[in-house]
């Protein structure tokens, strides 16, 4: 089977890199998300600036 020119090998590499960017565009927006949802329970946020400020 003769290699066309989507199989070559900068294209895959480009395909690669486009998915390693989705996915840490992905993490990063779970991540943004997980934060958003700490602060909307400020038990969480109490005892997290508890346990930050008892180590001075």
């Not at 779970?30 to 508890?50: E, I, K, N, Q, T």
Request: aromatic share 12%; charged share 20%.
């Amino acid at each position: 089977m003769p290699l066309t020119a989507a199989d070559s090998p900068d294209d895959r590499r480009a395909t690669r890199a486009r998915w390693a960017r989705r996915l840490v565009w992905a993490l990063a927006l779970g991540l943004a998300l997980a934060v958003l949802s700490w602060y909307r329970s400020p038990s969480f946020m109490l005892h997290l600036a508890d346990r930050l400020w008892s180590c001075w």
